[in-house]
């Protein structure tokens, strides 16, 4: 009981983290690795995946009431990145991951300086393309994060805002809104094939799903409610927090 406890802490705190930018794997990760030190490592990923993407899909539908979307950008877009990530995982049973792992911090901290040097990045929302070249760029997005979730995962969220902002011209409260509808289809791939081979705790993820949809609910409500430059100063934080951690566990740990 205390094991779930904390872990449903770590769930709420991600819930409201990863509704607002993305980087809720930060927390809840971590705290299923240390709560549960001798469990199989994929079993835990697919816990986690099994509890957080009921707080990203519930943020996803809070956004899309508040912030207008195109459908016809948003629809295709999703389904490149399910079909991405389906890819990604396969392709990490393939593959060897430990360059990604090194090259990871560095592409980060190239975002946080690109992301502080303008300080009117993803202030307003001007959007660069019509609806066909936008439904398209999004969905090129879409595949290649879609990939990178399936193959590697950390700091998805924050990619899918930083090129939501940076690529369409999308203010960071619409880019926010778009990457927990990209993370939706993302984490659904991750959950089904987790569940075909058998890793996901389920009643641990329904503890976790409760919490997760309750943190979710606060930190939408944050995000509608400060707007698009409180989002951004959320993203400066957790991908510096990600360029920490994704940094000690490539060059230190």
């Not at 508040?66 to 399910?82: H, I, K, N, Y």
């Not at 879409?142 to 930083?162: A, E, N, Q, R």
Request: contains cysteine; hydrophobic residues 55%.
């Amino acid at each position: 009981m205390t094991d779930l406890i904390v872990v449903a802490i770590a769930s709420l705190f991600a819930g409201l983290i990863d509704a607002i930018v993305g980087g809720g794997g930060l927390i809840l990760v971590p705290a299923l690795f240390a709560t549960y030190p001798g469990a199989v490592p994929a079993t835990l990923l697919g816990t986690n995946k099994g509890g957080a993407i009921w707080g990203t899909a519930w943020a996803a539908v809070q956004f899309t009431r508040r912030v207008s979307l195109r459908p016809q950008t948003m629809a295709p877009a999703m389904l490149a990145a399910l079909l991405g990530s389906f890819a990604g995982a396969w392709a990490v049973t393939e593959v060897d991951a430990s360059l990604m792992r090194r090259a990871l911090p560095l592409v980060l901290l190239c975002i946080l300086a690109y992301t502080l040097a303008r300080k009117d990045l993803g202030r307003h929302h001007a959007p660069r393309f019509a609806a066909g070249r936008e439904a398209a760029a999004a969905s090129g997005i879409g595949l290649t994060i879609g990939f990178y979730d399936g193959f590697f995962g950390p700091g998805t969220g924050s990619f899918f805002v930083f090129l939501f902002v940076r690529v369409l011209g999308f203010d960071f409260l619409h880019a926010s809104a778009s990457a927990k509808l990209m993370n939706t289809a993302t984490n659904l791939a991750a959950l089904v094939l987790f569940t075909w081979k058998g890793h996901v705790w389920w009643q641990v993820a329904a503890v976790l799903a409760v919490a997760n949809v309750a943190g979710s609910l606060i930190g939408t409500r944050l995000a509608l409610k400060h707007g698009a430059g409180f989002v951004r100063g959320v993203f400066i934080v957790v991908v510096g927090a990600l360029i920490l951690k994704t940094g000690y566990d490539a060059f230190l740990r």
